[in-house]
């Protein structure tokens, strides 16, 4: 099941892969969720196969809408 918090620019962690690094959601439709990993770069996962673990929002978002 897809958590309510995977939305486009937040980032998130791969518990399988920890060697992935960091990763950033890019865009999310239906069940494809498209994540900018550090160190696997682009990756489309299966949120039904993988439960992405949330780390937060983008810390380059302060909340001022620069």
Do not use: C
């Amino acid at each position: 099941m897809l958590d309510a918090f995977i939305e486009p620019g937040v980032l998130v962690r791969h518990p399988a892969r920890p060697d992935w690094g960091l990763g950033q959601v890019q865009s999310v439709d239906g069940r494809r969720v498209t994540v900018n990993f550090e160190e696997a770069g682009k990756q489309v996962l299966d949120a039904e196969v993988v439960d992405l673990v949330y780390v937060g929002p983008d810390p380059r978002e302060d909340g001022r809408g620069v």
